[in-house]
């Protein structure tokens, strides 16, 4: 029977300290745009969850929807020309 204590080491070597990594907080900030018109599509569903939804209710949901697929668009056309240039 082997024993797996050698290994060990080798996977905690590098203690998790819970912050993020620059890396992991430059991707954060590329995708907050889309991450708050998430938040902002979001909103506007919730408040019609006990109603029925107005036309003015029905505008802010579309707006949201638009406001995110245009971040979504915009993530993905910078994530296509980093790829390009690199």
């Known amino acids: 029977m082997k024993s797996i204590a050698a290994l060990q080491a080798a996977v905690t ?3 998790f300290d ?3 990594s620059n890396a992991e907080l430059d991707a954060i900030d590329a995708e907050m745009p889309l991450i708050l018109a998430d ?3 979001l909103d ?3 408040m019609t969850i006990d109603r ?3 036309e003015l209710d029905q505008q802010r949901i579309r707006r949201a929807r638009r406001r995110v697929l ?3 668009r915009d993530l ?3 994530a296509v020309q ?3 240039a690199a």
Do not use: F, H, M, S
């Open 13 to 15: 070597a590098t203690p």
């Open 18 to 20: 819970g912050e993020p």
């Open 39 to 41: 938040v902002d599509l």
């Open 44 to 46: 506007a569903k919730i």
């Open 52 to 54: 029925t939804p107005t």
């Open 70 to 72: 245009a971040a979504r």
């Open 76 to 78: 993905a056309n910078r």
């Open 82 to 84: 980093a790829g390009g």
